[in-house]
């Protein structure tokens, strides 16, 4: 069971396996590329298509009404003012009995004509007969507007006309017929028409609605709808007599059912890609495995040989199995040559390792004695750059919270020069003892003869004040100590300045400790003559 788990381990690490599934994502990436990518080119022609066919539609319903003129403007004013107090029958087929009606009424009541007999003086007409005509006209208008549906194969038709309360959308001629019950309202059932259907239509959500009301212009877009009634693409054709806007013919195609022929489509042609892909890396890992990888395998298996027993032999070996020319033959034979190469270097690296590490000995002491300051034992001014350098690579970083303190040894001239530069120098050492005791969590450097520098990081930086309060209050005591001799009475001048807002630099903090300390030496009284 372990071996069978090792070699599938094995199989699963290799090179062969990982090209497979290098090529198998490769193959699902294509074929979902080019799946989206035929699916969106031929979406964008079917919908440029769909747009110039129901164009063309509701071009063909625009030209009826133009051909009707003056009679569509009074059937549309006479349908906004009085589409309430109108019944018409909601199963009518045809319009020929409410024309019929409406001429018998006509021609009873022999309205004044124009010499043609072509015109009509719609406001002389009785009640009665206005609405006998409305019913007749509406009629064949929705008529019209049910068989250009049924014709072009469209879910609907439709006729919009904006109300003075704007972004109100009456469906004046609805190809989607609606019941009105006995209250007038709109009915599951009934025997009349509902007119006068409104709804809200919000121009956020109906953008290309209202671009074409309010431009009078064809739009090369859809509006898509996706309610009870559909998810539909509809197109708008204002409708414009003499001048005068008077409203939208919608008209919609269906997408559902495009969009999955077009979306099987797609995918049948990305699989056929993705086959066809499938058929070339396989042939391509065939190839790969009978003149590269096979031939790296046994590379591998020469290399573990060798690893384990560390024999140089293994390179003849390596060297009869290569054959020709190729990348894996020149790398074979490169092994081969590095192992020769290791045995030798080998013998050589045994001779020189404990030559090595006494070096390496040495250039630490070395290293460390250039640090270190031969007086006091704490850093020297060469450290102190470095540090400077690290903390100008933290600020480049964002850490800026460091300090930098400094301390001057008070009288160190008089000192040398009364009592001899050996006590001038126990002097020196007795600060640095009392510095490095204070300030016990910071580096600390002596950068001149009398100079030393603490870098505040941290716990120090937090208690700076209060640290340097401790310094003072500790030389007092060894400068008023009466036991102790004139040169071990130290005092010394002390400052620190913290990294700001306005600072660019270590250098500018260095500065300010440095001014503030000399203020403080002058305070003193032991400005320093040498």
């Not at 809200?200 to 996706?226: H, L, M």
């Not at 401790?470 to 002390?494: H, P, T, V, Y």
Request: proline letters at 2%.
């Amino acid at each position: 069971m372990a071996d069978e788990e090792k070699s599938k381990q094995k199989w699963t690490d290799g090179l062969l396996f990982r090209f497979a599934l290098i090529f198998g994502l490769f193959t699902i990436i294509t074929l979902a590329i080019s799946a989206v990518t035929i699916y969106a080119i031929q979406m964008k022609e079917y919908k440029a298509q769909k747009v110039e066919d129901i164009r063309n539609i509701g071009d063909y319903l625009e030209r009826l009404i133009h051909e009707a003129g003056e009679e569509f403007v009074v059937y549309q004013d006479y349908y906004m003012k009085h589409f309430a107090e109108v019944d018409i029958p909601y199963d009518f087929n045809e319009y020929l009995t409410a024309q019929r009606k409406y001429e018998s009424l006509l021609a009873q009541q022999q309205p004044r004509a124009d010499k043609d007999g072509t015109k009509f003086d719609f406001e002389s007409f009785s009640d009665e007969a206005k609405r006998a005509y409305f019913i007749y006209i509406h009629e064949y208008w929705l008529l019209t507007f049910e068989n250009a549906r049924k014709t072009f194969n469209l879910p609907y038709t439709y006729y919009l006309v904006p109300k003075e309360d704007i972004y109100h959308m009456v469906y004046m001629i609805d190809g989607e017929r609606t019941h009105k019950g006995p209250d007038g309202k709109k009915a599951e059932s009934g025997d009349y028409l509902y007119l006068g259907d409104e709804y809200y239509d919000p121009p956020e959500k109906y953008k290309v609605q209202w671009r074409s009301w309010f431009t009078g212009e064809r739009q090369n877009d859809f509006e898509i709808w996706n309610n009870e009634w559909g998810h539909t693409y509809a197109y708008y054709t204002p409708l414009v007599i003499n001048g005068k806007k008077l409203g939208l013919i919608g008209t919609e195609i269906e997408v559902d059912a495009v969009n999955k022929a077009i979306l099987y489509t797609s995918l049948k042609i990305a699989g056929g890609i993705s086959l066809g892909l499938i058929v070339c890396i396989v042939i391509v890992m065939i190839l790969l495995h009978h003149n590269f990888i096979r031939g790296i395998m046994a590379l591998e298996t020469r290399m573990r040989e060798f690893t384990a027993n560390k024999d140089p032999s293994v390179a003849e070996c390596i060297k009869a199995g290569t054959k020709g020319k190729n990348e894996i033959a020149m790398l074979s034979n490169q092994f081969a040559d590095l192992i020769l190469e290791l045995q030798n270097y080998m013998q050589n690296l045994l001779s020189t390792k404990n030559e090595l590490k006494d070096t390496q000995i040495l250039a630490s002491q070395l290293n460390a004695l250039a640090n270190k300051d031969a007086l006091t034992g704490v850093r020297n001014k060469t450290a102190y750059d470095n540090e400077v350098r690290r903390l100008e690579a933290q600020i480049a970083a964002g850490n800026k919270e460091f300090g930098i303190v400094m301390v001057d040894l008070n009288f160190l001239k008089r000192t040398n020069d009364t009592f001899g530069h050996d006590k001038g120098n126990i002097a020196i050492k007795r600060l640095c003892n009392v510095i490095c005791h204070v300030f016990k969590h910071s580096p600390v450097f002596r950068i001149g003869g009398d100079e030393f520098i603490a870098i505040l990081e941290r716990e120090d930086y937090a208690n700076a004040k209060d640290l340097v309060d401790q310094f003072n209050l500790e030389l007092d005591k060894l400068s008023g100590d009466k036991s102790l001799k004139m040169w071990e009475r130290i005092q010394a001048a002390i400052a620190y300045a913290v990294f700001e807002s306005h600072d660019k630099c270590v250098e500018d903090v260095f500065r300010r400790a440095d001014l503030k300390m000399y203020q403080r030496k002058k305070e003193m009284k032991g400005i320093r003559v040498d």
